[in-house]
């Protein structure tokens, strides 16, 4: 079987009709009921059932068009790879909500600078999403604050950052120096929404100490969340990366949790063959094609967490069991 076969399958399962599979192709409708034929007599099984002339996938075809869209996906990576070979070389980065807005302007700015042949793209969503896009060959590495789960990606922790509660000039807790976990119970909170790194690391603490909040805003906009707690009188837990501005010009408070439960790094993260491709401690790190190590470089520049002296050493405790 060839790969004109599984483009062909591919748009038929897609379109779910022979005559627009073929439509977008370019090609006859009988080449492409030709094609899959020769599929389902190469492989043995049936890939469509076809019902009052329309067709439906089958458990067979739908096992098939999973690894076709893969080896698909592979094979126009490959060619658009070699085609580029003598243009610049680029770099598509992709980066979490937290760390596009407090971070990855500034990372570019310094890639621009120092390797300006460097044809650089950037794309900003949640950790989930990102993950994905590493996955499907649409990005080549990424920054992110969360939990990457696949074996296949590499996961570097290499900039620190923490969590911090944060409230308002009107709320009641700005006039605290200390705040605990249990005066969290029903308060108004705006949180991140699912896929993101930060809420499942907050998510996480609540559950572990039975904490129980009242969810007013969910955005995926770390703005927006910073804007319902100065406007409108909620509570967040975000990076303190996003609220130096804000803590400067005292538009809110933030609390430092007196544990190191809230820290966390940005992490590098980049496809890798590796079997093993979670980097462990003291182990040596996969290979890096050059513009992921030149994105390494600057990203160490931002390794350590500095909040100026003028923002309050205020503090979040556990009282909870």
């Known amino acids: 079987m060839t790969i004109r076969h599984l483009k062909i399958f591919i748009a038929v399962a897609q379109t779910g009709l022979m005559s627009a599979a073929a439509n977008r192709l370019y090609l006859t409708q009988p ?121 296949e990606l590499v996961s570097i922790p290499i900039v620190e950052d923490s969590l911090v509660l944060v409230c308002g000039k009107e709320h009641d807790f700005y006039q605290k120096e200390i705040v605990y976990a249990s005066e969290l119970e029903g308060r108004k909170f705006a949180i991140r929404e699912k896929g993101s790194g930060t809420r499942k690391l907050f998510e996480q603490y609540l559950s572990a100490h039975n904490i129980h909040i009242r969810t007013a805003w969910e955005a ?64 040596p790190l996969p290979a890096a094609p050059s513009g992921i190590e030149c994105l390494r470089t600057v990203l160490k520049r931002y390794r350590t967490l500095q909040l100026p002296q003028e923002i309050p050493a205020c503090v979040f405790k556990n009282d909870m069991l």
């Open 31 to 151: 080449t492409v009921s030709q094609a899959i034929r020769d599929l389902e007599d190469h492989y043995h099984v049936q890939l469509f059932e076809r019902l009052h002339k329309k067709l439906y996938i089958t458990k067979e075809g739908e096992q098939l068009l999973s690894l076709a869209l893969m080896a698909v996906g592979n094979f126009d990576h490959l060619e658009l790879s070699m085609q580029r070979l003598n243009e610049h070389p680029a770099l598509r980065i992709g980066s979490s909500l937290t760390v596009g807005t407090c971070l990855m302007s500034k990372v570019i700015a310094d890639l621009e600078t120092e390797c300006p042949k460097l044809r650089l793209y950037s794309f900003v969503s949640n950790t989930e999403e990102i993950e994905q896009k590493l996955l499907r060959r649409e990005l080549d590495a990424a920054v992110v604050e969360g939990v990457i789960e696949s074996r």
């Open 220 to 283: 995926n906009c770390p703005r927006t969340i910073l804007n319902a707690v100065i406007y409108n009188n909620a509570l967040a837990v975000m990076s303190q990366r996003l609220v130096k501005h804000e803590c400067m010009h005292h538009a809110v408070k933030v609390f430092r949790y007196e544990t190191s439960e809230w820290d966390r790094h940005f992490k590098l993260v980049y496809r890798s063959s590796a079997e093993n491709a979670h980097a462990a401690q003291g182990a």
